[in-house]
């Protein structure tokens, strides 16, 4: 069934800003999409939203305006398990792009060699009610199972309220798990809420969660050999306007406050996870 009851799509910025901050060389944006465009790429017949067409050409573009080297490519819940657009945009990317896919219990293991050739590099775990629909866990088990020879990892979407009945899932799977949004806290709450302390003593105690930072200091100074840093361009369901990437790439600074904490985030993690 083909959702479009959902509010419109929320188009991402059409002039963004040039940044003032410098990126340092080889920096990576290790969270952004591809959609479509769906004329080559349809969506999903059971997504949950229409995004606006955001093909690599734009992505690739607006990466170098931003001053910036690389692209971690994650596939999106509009494309469910077709991972063709960004197998497409990783071949075409001069190996500049890596890939994170969402799969299928029923995937082959000659398409997951396919898909690592291209540079896919793991797989998605979403738990956002509100985006997909419920996989059980004993699937993603054996999904988790299937990639790790491949010495790929799994990314976890989910939201803080959901931690608590999620964490013992996480501790159990049997690669590097990377959380996206730092699970999505109520940044008005602020850090001492029970719920971020929680997701602080999870990463305390397992050393193969690392965590995605679009704006959290305090991550970034306690974590600095286990955060990343992505601009969640085209921004997929954003309430009223998309944010101006030149404008986000700026916060940069603002939570990564010394030359080395910098390289550490945008240039020595992201290689690390994705390009050795």
Not at 68 to 91: F, P, R, T
Not at 130 to 159: C, N, Q, S
Not at 240 to 259: H, Q, Y
């Amino acid at each position: 069934m083909n959702k479009n009851t959902n509010p419109p799509y929320i188009p991402f910025h059409p002039n963004p800003s040039k940044p003032k901050y410098k990126a340092p060389a080889g920096a990576v944006d290790a969270h952004c999409h591809v959609f479509g465009p769906a004329s080559r790429f349809p969506y999903a017949p059971e997504r949950k939203y229409t995004p606006v067409d955001a093909p690599k050409e734009k992505l690739f573009a607006l990466r170098d305006f931003l001053g910036l080297d690389k692209n971690v490519i994650v596939q999106a819940s509009c494309h469910g398990k077709d991972n063709a657009a960004l197998i497409d945009a990783l071949e075409n990317s001069d190996n500049r792009a890596r890939g994170i896919a969402v799969v299928g219990e029923d995937v082959t293991d000659s398409e997951l060699r396919a898909m690592d050739k291209a540079g896919v590099k793991g797989v998605r775990f979403n738990f956002v009610k509100r985006l997909v629909d419920f996989t059980p866990r004993d699937v993603l088990e054996r999904i988790a199972a299937r990639i790790a020879p491949l010495g790929w990892h799994i990314v976890v979407y989910f939201e803080m309220p959901d931690l608590p009945e999620l964490e013992s899932f996480f501790t159990s799977l049997p690669t590097t798990v990377v959380v996206d949004h730092m699970g999505r806290p109520d940044v008005r709450e602020g850090l001492e809420h029970p719920e971020f302390q929680r997701y602080l003593r999870l990463l305390d105690r397992q050393r193969n969660i690392w965590t995605k930072v679009p704006f959290a200091r305090a991550l970034v100074e306690r974590y600095s050999d286990r955060v990343i840093w992505g601009t969640d361009w085209p921004h997929p369901n954003m309430p009223v306007e998309a944010p101006d990437d030149g404008v986000l790439v700026d916060v940069i600074a603002k939570i990564a406050l010394t030359p080395s904490l910098q390289h550490a985030l945008l240039v020595d993690n992201p290689m690390q996870l994705y390009w050795t």
